[in-house]
């Protein structure tokens, strides 16, 4: 079988939960994705005993966002984790990016452009000057610059974010939904070939796989979503 781009949000405050998910999903699956959720709930414990339920590579979203000294002393703090991807958010500067990127050398510092819950009407409420696309490739630009390695972006940005960093960077996409999936709390989405097609390695989903509820179901969901791009 081919390399799945899927990331599992396990987007649950239960232990158990998050390990069935993994249990049932490791055979394909090899990316799993703890939030704050998560992390607030259960730190690097909980981590741990998500690690025994199957062999995986972390995404720990925590978005991080604060002056770069408290940033690069919180990227330290989950250094133990081992965390493949990390990430911050990229409106928080090129200092504050590069100092997460300066305290953990060896992790993917992933810096998140604007948020695929928030519309355009959302972004000129809070202050944006320039669309959610315009602000997303300038974000993205800056933490390349500043040394992040991915970037998280709404799929609708992925093309031309792309052309504007090369091919190195990984850009991670959540906002994506396989064909026929309710969109949840999701306002710019694709699908999973779309976002693939756009440029995306990586593709961040949750509930169109984990609400099926049954590890046959899911593991199947997770092979059609992966066979289908």
Not at 4 to 21: F, G, H, N, V, Y
Not at 211 to 227: H, Q, V, Y
Request: with cysteine; aromatic share 4%; net charge negative.
């Amino acid at each position: 079988m081919k390399n799945s781009p899927i990331i599992l949000a396990l987007d649950t405050p239960e232990i158990d939960l998050a390990r069935q998910w993994i249990r049932a999903t490791n055979e394909v699956i090899k990316v799993y994705k703890a939030g704050l959720e998560f992390f607030l709930a259960h730190g690097a414990e909980g981590i741990a005993k998500l690690r025994e339920a199957g062999d995986f590579d972390l995404f720990l979203d925590l978005k991080l966002h604060d002056i770069p000294n408290t940033v690069a002393s919180a990227a330290k703090s989950v250094h133990s984790i081992n965390p493949k991807f990390l990430t911050v958010h990229a409106s928080g500067g090129r200092d504050m990016v590069s100092a997460a990127v300066q305290a953990l050398p060896h992790v993917d510092i992933t810096a998140v452009t604007i948020l695929t819950s928030l519309s355009e009407e959302s972004l000129a409420e809070i202050g944006f000057g320039q669309s959610a696309l315009n602000s997303a490739v300038g974000l993205a630009k800056l933490s390349v610059e500043s040394g992040a390695r991915a970037i998280v972006c709404s799929p609708l940005e992925v093309s031309a974010i792309r052309s504007a960093v090369g091919n190195g960077p990984t850009i991670i996409t959540p906002g994506v939904r396989p064909a026929g999936s309710p969109l949840g709390d999701q306002t710019r989405v694709m699908t999973p070939r779309e976002a693939i097609a756009a440029g995306s390695t990586l593709l961040v989903i949750g509930r169109p796989i984990t609400s099926l509820g049954t590890p046959d179901l899911m593991l199947a969901k997770a092979r059609e979503i992966t066979d289908t791009i």
